[in-house]
């Protein structure tokens, strides 16, 4: 899952154009955070990884029996805790009071969100030599555009309301969850 947002003051780095579809093109720009913004979205994955992706370690876990059992509760978790249409598997944390939890304490714009899935589709019309390992530079991307998911100068977005915003648009994964 990537969340994207376009922090004010970020400056912008045209990395190219991406096909949408045949005859349309999507233009991704990537933007260079401020070192106060690359740590905020390092807050921010850092949240999100720990509020929605808490797998136990298995070495932690006396046996295989007790591995299952948590990873089985913290996706359980997730399920009861999350939108029904929230379309990923989460292994939800113990300390439920994550989901509450603001993502970016500063920064306040519009959240865009994409799955990789929609961001980084291989174009299957180009030179073959594209596919070769020493080439991989050359590749040709599609990619999708980005959901909205949050209106600048809204409340601040949590975790959970990122998820309810994610389930609102009916995305579908395509079985990888």
């Given at each position: ?10 400056t ?15 233009e ?14 390092e ?10 992706c ?19 509760e ?22 439920e ?81």
């Amino acid at each position: 899952m990537a969340t994207e947002a376009s922090p004010a003051g970020a400056t912008p780095n045209p990395v190219g154009k991406n096909v949408v579809g045949q005859n349309e093109h999507y233009e991704r720009i990537c933007l260079e955070p401020s070192p106060l913004q690359a740590k905020e979205i390092e807050e921010a994955k850092d949240l999100l990884d720990l509020a929605l992706c808490s797998i136990p370690e298995e070495e932690d876990c006396d046996s295989k029996e007790e591995f299952m059992k948590e990873t089985t509760e913290a996706i359980e978790r997730g399920k009861k805790l999350l939108p029904k249409e929230f379309p990923f598997t989460s292994h939800v944390d113990e300390d439920e009071s994550l989901l509450d939890k603001q993502i970016f304490k500063e920064y306040s714009g519009d959240i865009y969100w994409n799955e990789c899935g929609r961001d980084f589709i291989i174009d299957p019309n180009q030179p073959k030599e594209n596919f070769k390992p020493e080439n991989m530079a050359k590749l040709v991307y599609r990619s999708l555009k980005p959901f909205k998911i949050h209106e600048e100068g809204d409340k601040p977005l949590t975790v959970k309301g990122m998820c309810e915003k994610v389930a609102e648009l009916k995305f579908q994964t395509g079985g990888c969850n």
